[in-house]
């Protein structure tokens, strides 16, 4: 595509800047009038801010609505990318967790391992008595299970140990878990596929960035153009005025003379009111122009403006258009509408991979790490000293809340696979409404090329058109220029009547109304022109040199006031 050349920075940041300044200063909401702006407290003239075709352009790129939209678009669209990329990072989760165990079952309850448990007491009572005979000592004899017990309570109530509080041995009153695990995928189709899917999407955005700007050219310049339009025809309706008033002025000066007859100054009248109706329509027209361009533009429409350049005939290479195969097959090549058609092909077959994706594998690498605590809520503990010699005297200790007894690591690694073997054909159904897409895509690709091929056949049809109707047009001004100058000429002579005049000049009014009319055309049909082959860009079209402008139109054109 051609390169789109902006202003150049200096005099776009003066440009922007200038126009930032209108739209804080002139609320749209509160100012009286349209040249006014706000200064401390009250509102004073303010002078009109002039601006160009290119100037009006690079506004409208910063602040149309549907540029900013589409460029939102984009940004959204890197998200989506970053965010597909991260299927592919390593995932890592954190969590813990805290229970209060405030009713513990025995775990062995109903299985012959309570009975081993049942008799820890008794194999306490047997170690001692088979000690007592074996020993050397005679003091020492055998005593009975009851006494064994008996003597054992009264050693843990002399250090302040009841047997009856203690905790379920098969249970721990606090439990903390706390757990880190990472998981890097080592092979995802679905999450590559995403990840291409989502580049697709951003190359699609993109792609509508261009044509919301290139819709945006092209309606920013047809309401420039429009504009101009509308100031010129004014000021030929102002010219005709002039004119009707000296008609009227001659006319009236000749029957009072009584050369003239009274319906002359009569028609003379009725000429005179219907130019100054005119004149009123077409400046109506003009500031109703200039709304509509303020509105294109996004500025508040009360902002003074004052246009720099003229509605004039293009030059000659304005007009020179390659053959129409040429032509079109640079459309297919530039225009963003078809680039993105395209597009939108391969985002749907890369949908269809996504899903396609589902029927295959993943597999991960997995590393998870814990660190657990059982922490009861009487952490004091009995120590025997002498356990065999004397088991019944003891000592009391107690662990503190992080003591290692309580808190133990886990470690593991390992590889994770998964694989959908069996989903009731879901996924192989989705896939062939991703064929579907795709084929639906293709049809719309194929529809937008030959609706690009008719529209350049239509814009070089309009082209050649305006060419002809500008040709025509410019050769009946000059015509009607010489009809109106004979005229006068015989007027003065005393050969010709007022209504010779008046008919020259109604036809001089209309050729000029008709050759605007022509300019605009052919304008509008070179920038449909550039739409249509996908070459437009930012830069207005040059506009002819003054010499080929008919006398009427003013190089310069204000609409400040009302």
């Known amino acids: 595509m051609t390169p789109r050349t902006l202003l150049s920075p200096a005099r776009a940041a003066v440009g922007l800047a200038g126009w930032m300044l209108v739209a804080l200063a002139v609320p749209a909401s509160a100012q009286p009038g349209r040249d006014s702006a706000y200064v401390v407290g009250q509102y004073v003239p303010a002078a009109p801010v002039t601006l160009t075709l290119d100037e009006a352009i690079e506004i409208a790129l910063e602040r149309a609505y549907a540029v900013r939209l589409a460029g939102l678009d984009v940004e959204s669209a890197e998200s989506q990318v970053r965010q597909a990329y991260g299927g592919l990072f390593p995932r890592v989760d954190a969590s813990s967790g805290y229970t209060r165990n405030v009713v513990q079952a025995n775990p062995f309850a109903g299985t012959s391992a309570a009975s081993i448990f049942s008799g820890g007491a008794a194999t306490g009572w047997l170690q001692y008595n088979e000690l007592a005979r074996t020993d050397d000592d005679p003091a020492t004899q055998p005593i009975t299970l009851a006494e064994y017990n008996r003597r054992v309570g009264a050693g843990q109530e002399a250090v302040g140990y009841n047997p009856a509080n203690a905790s379920n041995p098969f249970g721990t009153d606090n ?56 100031q010129e025809q004014a000021a030929v309706q102002r010219a005709s005025l002039e004119r009707s008033r000296e008609t009227y002025g001659e006319s009236a000066l000749l029957v009072a003379q009584g050369v003239r007859p009274v319906l002359e100054r009569l028609n003379a009248e009725v000429d005179l009111a219907n130019a100054e109706t005119g004149v009123v329509t077409a400046e109506a027209q003009a500031l109703a122009a200039r709304d509509q361009l303020l509105l294109t533009l996004g500025l508040p429409v009360d902002a ?50 996504i899903t396609r994706a589902e029927l295959y594998p993943t597999l991960s690498a997995v590393v998870n790490a814990s660190y657990s605590g059982n922490i009861p809520d009487d952490r004091s503990f009995l120590v025997t000293p002498d356990p065999i010699g004397d088991p019944f005297t003891f000592q009391t200790g107690s662990n503190d809340f992080f003591s290692d007894a309580y808190w133990q690591p886990a470690l593991s690694v390992g590889l994770r696979a998964n694989w959908t073997l069996f989903d009731g054909f879901q996924i192989r159904r989705r896939v062939q409404q991703n064929q579907i897409a795709v084929d639906q895509a293709e049809i719309q690709l194929e529809q937008v090329r030959n609706a690009a091929q008719l529209e350049v056949a239509a814009a070089i049809r309009q082209l050649e058109s305006a060419r002809q109707r500008l040709g025509s047009q410019s050769q009946t001004v000059r015509t009607a220029e010489t009809a109106f100058e004979f005229a006068s000429a015989r007027l003065a002579e005393g050969v010709a009547t007022q209504v010779d005049v008046r008919v020259s000049s109604q036809n001089l009014d209309l050729a000029r109304l008709n050759y605007l009319q022509a300019v605009y055309d052919a304008l509008v049909a070179r920038s449909a022109y550039e739409r249509a082959t996908g070459t437009i860009e930012p830069e207005p079209i040059d506009l002819a040199p003054p010499s080929e402008v008919p006398a009427v139109i003013t190089p310069v054109t204000t609409l400040g006031s009302r």
């Open 304 to 353: 003074p403006i004052r246009l720099e350049g003229r509605l004039a005939p293009p030059e000659d290479d304005l007009f020179q258009t390659v053959g129409l195969a040429v032509a079109a097959e640079r459309a297919l090549d530039l225009r963003p509408d078809v680039r993105q058609a395209a597009l939108a092909v391969r985002l749907n077959e890369v949908q269809k991979n």
């Open 175 to 230: 439990q903390f878990t706390n757990t880190l695990s990472l998981s890097q995928p080592l092979y995802s189709g679905v999450a590559l596929a995403a990840v291409k899917g989502a580049r697709s999407l951003v190359e699609i955005n993109e792609v509508a960035v261009e044509q919301r700007r290139d819709e945006t050219i092209d309606q920013t310049r047809q309401a420039f153009y429009q504009t101009l339009l509308a």
